[in-house]
Nanobody, 119 residues
């Protein structure tokens, strides 16, 4: 069982920055594929970014060049640096962990943290 806890959300003006953190439990954090999803009111949940244990990264098109995912395996933590924030980035952001074992995929989710971009 992996527990995820996000922090760092809040209210920020357009053009501002926030850094989200996600602390994970588990002994094999470095092997987890970590990711961030977001969901705005009335919209479907969307995948923002993923970072594998091997360092492969993917971003959704609308955040490329503005958001950066990183991880600190010594601290069992993944980060999402969000710059040049726009009102359309407003959403609840969820941290995820995917653990792959032979024949088994396990997905874990944090409770979410709210990000509001507004003047």
């Amino acid at each position: 069982q992996v527990q995820l806890v996000e922090s760092g959300g809040g209210l920020v003006q357009p053009g501002g920055s926030l850094r989200l953190s996600c602390a994970a439990s588990g002994r094999s954090f470095s092997s987890y594929t970590m990711g961030w999803y977001r969901q705005a009111p009335g919209k479907q949940r969307e995948l923002v970014t993923t970072l594998t244990g091997g360092g492969s990264v993917n971003y959704m098109d609308s955040v490329k060049g503005r958001f950066t995912i990183s991880r600190d395996n010594a601290k069992n933590t993944v980060y999402l640096q969000m710059n040049s924030l726009k009102p359309e980035d407003t959403a609840t952001y969820y941290c995820t962990a995917v653990i792959m074992r032979p024949g088994i995929r396990q997905d874990y989710w944090g409770p979410g943290t709210q990000v509001t971009v507004s003047s």
